[in-house]
């Protein structure tokens, strides 16, 4: 009755669907903070949780790997599965406390296998004339990181100068060559030998480096400057005019080299090595654009589970299981609550479903199978669905279903984990 009235009143009052969305948001809400199920639902959530033990570290990577592995198995690369879980909590495990998302870059070549660097590693940037004449490795350099144009600024448009003579106008060039010359000057007397900038450095400073054996690379993209900020340390810099050692960073490697038929500028050995770049390269470019969403999906599974102490049991299982508490809850209640409850545990079976449909098998059997297992065995965490065609790591075969191949099922005790 109540959610009937709030569709109705929502649809006269709204002029469109977003009103009626928004009443049912609403109305989801009300009930689950209202309805008595909820408090058992979640001290069930945490009955069946496994707690990640930072203590033991050995334990942790175990657990967060499983996490990793629960994620791709539903996804293109879930055949090699375990050599991807390891690569992602490698990668999450080297970032700071706060574990930000965007220090862990990720770049896509085509052709040879993945790597991993412990460092910095980004495209080699736009270069002008003069760029192949620099050196392309340093042992402990210094780096400077600029947020300032090293090149000849073209005239605005409607600028004017009035000038009475050629001399005045040559004074006005003179100006502005010295300038630049001047810049170029001061960050040469820094000491620095890599010399990054966000805006452009043009084919004058280009030159003007190589001649004096140091490295340069222009319009650098911001996440990547900002990576190479926190790995090797120092300051962004708006001047040139105010460089010394302690806006400076360094690493104890710097190289150029060949990946694929691209060239990328590597940091490694950094101090404050906080971030992680994966190199990824495959044969084709669809496949290495759904390797990267999938090594994203596992990145923020891992991410998630070092914030929270808390984990449960994937692939449908968790949903299974408080659809099953919650159905047997129901029949204990009385009155229009009884059927709110019901209804919830039915609701929870679609996420299992989903993930059959989206994965082609057949859902209905396979929720079969999750139901009989969560009836019967009783001291079970909970039920985990690896669906792959002729898994030969397969406990349980059933019978396979025509078309599909041979399926596996498992289920997870409460020491084993999921």
Not at 46 to 55: D, L, T
Not at 248 to 267: A, D, P, S, W, Y
């Amino acid at each position: 009755m109540v959610l009937l009235f709030s569709l109705k009143e929502g649809t006269e009052n709204s002029q469109g669907k977003q009103q009626i969305t928004s009443n049912i948001n609403a109305l989801s809400r009300e009930l689950l903070e209202a309805v008595p199920y909820n408090p058992w639902a979640i001290a069930k959530i945490k009955e069946i949780a496994v707690q990640v033990e930072e203590g033991d570290a050995q334990k942790q990577r175990a657990l967060l790997e499983k996490c990793a592995m629960t994620t791709l198995s539903s996804k293109l690369v879930a055949s090699q599965k375990y050599f991807f879980a390891k690569i992602v909590v490698d990668a999450v495990m080297q970032l700071d406390e706060l574990l930000p998302l965007n220090m862990i870059g990720i770049k896509k070549v085509q052709g040879g296998a993945m790597e991993v660097i412990s460092g910095v590693a980004f495209k080699k940037t736009f270069s002008y004339a003069g760029f192949e004449m620099q050196p392309k490795k340093y042992l402990n350099p210094k780096i400077v990181l600029l947020n300032v144009e090293l090149e000849l600024k073209s005239e605005k448009e409607n600028a004017e100068i009035r000038v009475e003579s050629v001399q005045e106008y040559q004074n006005v060039v003179d100006a502005e060559w010295e300038i630049l010359y001047r810049k170029l000057q001061k960050i040469v007397e820094s000491g620095a030998k890599v010399v990054l900038s966000k805006l452009p450095i043009g084919d004058v400073a280009t030159q003007y480096f190589a001649d004096r054996d140091m490295f340069c690379a222009g319009r650098v993209p911001e996440d990547d400057l900002k990576r190479t900020l926190k790995a090797c340390g120092g300051a962004v810099l708006s001047t040139c005019y105010d460089i010394s050692d302690s806006v400076l960073g360094t690493c104890e490697v710097f190289e150029e080299k060949q990946i694929g038929g691209e060239r990328f500028n590597f940091f490694t050995g950094c101090p404050n090595t906080k971030t992680v770049t994966l190199i990824l390269r495959g044969g084709a470019e669809q496949f290495i654009e759904e390797c990267e969403r999938s090594l994203h999906d596992a990145i923020m599974i891992v991410r998630r589970a070092l914030k929270n102490d808390l984990v449960v049991a994937g692939g449908g299982a968790i949903e299974m299981e408080l659809s099953k508490f919650l159905r047997d809850y129901s029949r204990t209640v009385k009155g229009k609550e009884q059927l709110i409850i019901g209804t919830m545990a039915k609701a929870l079976k679609l996420s299992p479903r989903q993930l059959c449909d989206n994965a082609g098998f057949d859902s209905t059997n396979i929720l079969n199978m999750l139901r009989q297992k969560h009836a019967t065995e009783a001291s079970c965490l909970g039920s985990f669905l690896d669906e792959t065609i002729k898994n030969p790591k397969s406990n349980v075969t059933p019978p396979g279903i025509p078309g599909r191949g041979a399926k596996t099922f498992k289920t997870i005790d409460t020491q084993g984990g999921f």
